[in-house]
Every structure is written in structure tokens, then in C-alpha cells.
């Protein structure tokens, strides 16, 4: 069974760090490209960095966040620094199949980002 368990999120005054992870089970974790998602109060989902063969980030984050991965443990990071309050969201990792969609979802981890 494949599941994705995120973990460190919280509520964090502006400027500050947070690293957020994913924990992966249940498939080869270093075959598939992974990505972190977001999605802010009332909003839409919103895609936010992308890991496989390289990595990719959103305008708004990039150059504050950065994605990595352990194969071993099978888990997914995202270093987030300089946090603004429009960061806050709830923020789910996701498994890239391979065909333009993600297949598995993890349960979400909020991130709050205030004075």
C-alpha cells in the first residue's frame, strides 16, 4: 500500500524556517519524481517544486524553498526559509506518475505563517 505521511508543520512568524517532510512507503521511492503542493485558505492547489532527474520551483518560491530527497529512508524535504504570511497554506506531498498527474497524495501538513 502506498502511502505518504507529512510531518513539520506549524505556525511561524514571518522571515522564519521551517522543513517540512514526507515520509514514502509501499513503492520504489527513488524510481518515481515527487512534488509538494500547497493550497492556501479558500484557493485552489497550488504546485510548488518538483523533484525527480532535477529540480524545479514555483516563481513565488523559488530561491527561498528547496527540495531533496533520501532514498534511504524513502523521504521527501522541503527547506522553506524567509517564510512569508501568503505561504500559508496546507501542503501536501504528491507521487508524479509519469503521465502528466500525481497518484498518491499524503494527508496534508499546515503551515501557518504570522506575527
Known amino acids: 500500500e502506498v502511502q505518504l505521511v507529512e510531518s513539520g508543520g506549524g505556525l511561524v512568524q514571518p522571515g522564519g524556517s521551517l522543513r517540512l517532510s514526507c515520509a514514502a512507503s509501499g513503492f520504489t521511492f527513488s524510481s518515481y519524481a515527487m512534488s509538494w503542493v500547497r493550497q492556501a485558505p479558500g484557493k485552489g492547489l497550488e504546485w510548488v517544486s518538483s523533484i525527480g532527474g532535477s529540480t524545479s520551483y514555483a516563481d513565488s518560491v523559488k530561491g527561498r524553498f528547496t527540495i531533496s530527497r533520501d532514498n534511504a529512508p524513502s523521504t521527501l524535504y522541503l527547506q522553506m526559509n524567509s517564510l512569508k504570511p501568503e505561504d500559508t497554506a496546507v501542503y501536501y506531498c504528491?507521487?508524479?506518475?509519469?503521465?502528466?498527474?500525481?497518484?498518491?497524495w499524503g494527508q496534508g501538513t499546515q503551515v501557518t505563517v504570522s506575527s
Open positions: 504528491a507521487r508524479y506518475n509519469g503521465y502528466g498527474s500525481y497518484d498518491y
